[in-house]
């Protein structure tokens, strides 16, 4: 996709079940509305867990394992990310039953969501559905059910899970940022060349824009 040359292209490298991606997109949005800058944002997939069984795992437990965290930190942390994300406009609703997902069959399905022009409406969707009202995105009948919400075609959606048909473009796309130095999301690149990485705050992201508004193209 060619980018129009006064818009400012964002490529936003995240995943659905990460925290911080939501937080830091909703940051970079209000700093966009507040700058009046013109541009396009192009999302790219990551996987957190890619080694993730299919059925998912408990959310606790497993930041727990993959991070050495305790039940005090981690309540610490939702506490923190709550507060954070109601800054934003966005409610994480946490809970104890909560799970943590293999994301390979969302990418697949933002991937379609895409050539209909539908990806950022069905991520914003994806982000809602996982840490607002805690559906099983594990479940290929769930994530049809969410692309339906936001006016895709479910059956469709469906047939596109079932059948992995987007399987290796999805890969391959992974494996692009990641040869690229990508280890974390969320990661920004602005117009190709500047690299943003983590949840950096409405305010230094406006700073970010302002400077980036005084480059010579």
């Avoid at 997902?101 to 969501?113: D, P, S, V």
Wanted: proline share 3%; with cysteine; net charge negative.
């Amino acid at each position: 996709m060619t980018t129009h040359p006064n818009k400012l292209r964002i490529d936003i490298v995240s995943d659905v079940v990460c925290p911080w991606c939501i937080i830091g997109y909703r940051q970079l949005a209000q700093a966009l509305e507040a700058t009046g800058t013109a541009h396009e944002i192009h999302w790219h997939p990551f996987e957190l867990n890619p080694d993730m069984p299919a059925e998912g795992q408990n959310l606790r437990d497993h930041v727990a394992e993959k991070y050495g965290t305790s039940k005090e930190q981690s309540e610490d942390s939702r506490v923190r990310m709550t507060e954070v994300g109601a800054d934003v406009g966005f409610e994480f609703r946490f809970a104890d039953d909560m799970r943590m997902h293999n994301t390979f069959n969302l990418h697949q399905l933002l991937h379609w969501a895409d050539q209909q022009g539908r990806m950022h409406d069905l991520k914003q969707a994806l982000f809602t559905a996982h840490f607002t009202n805690r559906r099983n995105l594990s479940d290929d009948s769930v994530l049809a059910d969410v692309a339906a919400e936001v006016g895709l075609d479910r059956a469709a959606a469906l047939a596109v899970l079932e059948d992995q048909r987007f399987a290796a473009e999805v890969r391959t796309a992974e494996n692009t940022w990641i040869n690229q130095g990508i280890s974390g999301v969320p990661a920004m690149i602005f117009n190709r060349r500047h690299l943003v990485t983590g949840a950096q705050g409405v305010e230094n992201y406006t700073r970010i824009l302002q400077q980036l508004a005084e480059m010579p193209d």
